[in-house]
């Protein structure tokens, strides 16, 4: 009979105990660019707090829906701080801190077999070009304002049609390059130095008055959940060891 209730005991404990065990789960929409350096971040939070940070990566007009769309999750950080200017008024967006900056630059083929030197390089015939998609990433919209910048709006959809194929955010441009698909594309800088890219890529840079540096703002949502926790990752981007990290991978 002991034995019964013993083994009794140890079936209701059993399930409250891992119930008990079970962490805490932080949402955080990043965009493809920042993912290295936000997932470094977030390991050293976790740590601290015993939390589950599940970072949810892509394009940031895509994450921006995405989290319009639940009212679920804790942070967002865009490659471009237009998304959140753009979106203000819809009372998602609490606190708002700068923590670095993205800027776009030529990526062409290691050793740049094409020799582009320049925007203008791009709509040459011999040169196979990609962009990505306006609409979807944050590189697709700085790519657009680079090539209106550089001539006019024209001039920006006769690069977009002479594009072999469209891209959806920073990872795929990449990807291209690297499998020679393409010569070259407009991409954020910072990732031409991430490990699985620095030994196929090269950069051509762009003049700063043509591609304007754009700020990185990690945003609080409003409709978190854990505010305190969330607020202690902006806190960590923001001290000298967090801005170390951002450094280290090109911001």
């Given at each position: 009979m002991r034995k019964l209730l013993i083994a009794i005991s140890l079936g209701i404990l059993l399930p409250i105990t891992l119930l008990s065990a079970e962490k805490k789960q932080l949402i955080f929409y990043c965009g493809i660019t920042m993912v290295k350096p936000m997932t470094e971040i977030a390991k050293i939070i976790e740590d601290k707090h015993n939390i589950k940070i599940s970072i949810s990566q892509g394009g940031s007009k895509d994450l921006y829906d995405s989290l319009a769309y639940s009212k679920k999750g804790d942070l967002y950080l865009p490659g471009s701080d237009s998304y959140i200017n753009k979106y203000e008024d819809k009372g998602y967006f609490g606190r708002k801190e700068l923590i670095g900056h993205n800027k776009a630059a030529i990526f062409v083929q290691k050793g740049n077999p094409?020799?582009?030197k320049g925007i203008a390089d791009l709509i040459n015939d011999s040169t196979k070009?990609?962009?990505?998609?306006a609409e979807a990433g944050s590189i697709g919209k700085e790519s657009k304002n680079i090539l209106v910048n550089f001539k006019d709006e024209d001039f920006y959809y006769d690069v977009f049609d002479k594009a072999v194929i469209l891209g959806t955010d920073s990872r795929n441009l990449n990807k291209a390059l690297k499998d020679k698909i393409i010569d070259a594309t407009i991409n954020w800088k910072s990732t031409a130095f991430f490990p699985e890219n620095k030994n196929f890529i090269d950069i051509v840079e762009i003049d700063e008055n043509i591609a304007k540096p754009k700020k990185l703002v990690l945003t609080l949502l409003n409709f978190s959940q854990n505010k305190?926790?969330?607020n202690d990752l902006i806190d960590y981007a923001k001290s000298n060891e967090?801005?170390?990290?951002l450094r280290r991978y090109g911001f």
């Open positions: 094409k020799n582009i070009t990609m962009l990505c998609d305190e926790i969330a967090g801005q170390e990290i």
